[in-house]
């Protein structure tokens, strides 16, 4: 792997840099509101037309089925959406969230709107991946969990190893675009039922 690859984010977050306020001025210069200073960044490369991954990413009511703490997102109209999230102990939090840029094909970035649990920020690229393998996809995300008890539960959600869930949410987006489904090593209680 060559260093301008590992520097988009395939192996370490820009969390993890030494230049970590470097990397999040960058982000936020790039389209990116700061809604906090902790910074995801992940990208994976898929095999599929980036003209479909950006449409089937854009519809965000989608994004449950490849993000696993998403419970659900609710389209308010064509530039807003509401966002529910699981948080530990059976909880959610909620939040709006409004795009800020668009380049059909190419970049969505979005904000939360004010008073959201978790203000969050965010950025998905779409690029013709080297040697017509397909689309690398990186995603990038602010977000600044609050203070106190509630602060605390969710930022368990988001801090437990946020680059892992960032980067196994882009696989099972990977997994999803080129396969039509999702691996699991876990079955079901259906399937259980069924081998009984």
Do not use: C
């Not at 977050?13 to 470097?22: F, I, V």
């Not at 089937?56 to 509401?82: A, C, G, Q």
């Not at 965010?122 to 969990?145: E, N």
């Amino acid at each position: 792997m060559n260093d301008h690859h590992r520097s988009r984010g395939d192996d370490a977050p820009p969390s993890t840099s030494k230049q970590r306020d470097d990397a999040l001025d960058e982000v936020v210069a790039g389209g990116v509101e700061a809604k906090g200073d902790t910074l995801i960044g992940r990208t994976v490369t898929i095999n599929r037309p980036r003209a479909e991954l950006y449409a089937y990413w854009r519809d965000f009511t989608k994004l449950p089925t490849f993000m696993d703490n998403v419970e659900r997102v609710d389209r308010i109209d064509e530039k807003r959406s509401h966002w529910v999230v699981k948080a530990p102990a059976g909880r959610t939090v909620e939040w709006d969230a409004v795009v800020i840029e668009e380049r059909e094909g190419e970049t969505i970035a979005w904000a939360s709107t004010e008073g959201a649990d978790v203000p969050n920020s965010g950025r998905i690229d779409f690029r013709d991946a080297p040697g017509g393998r397909g689309t690398q996809v990186t995603a990038t995300i602010v977000y600044d969990p609050p203070a106190g008890a509630v602060g605390r539960l969710i930022a368990k959600i988001f801090q437990r190893e946020p680059a892992i869930q960032a980067r196994r949410d882009l696989r099972r987006f990977k997994q999803l675009m080129e396969t039509g489904e999702i691996a699991t090593a876990v079955r079901t209680r259906k399937q259980l039922e069924e081998d009984a």
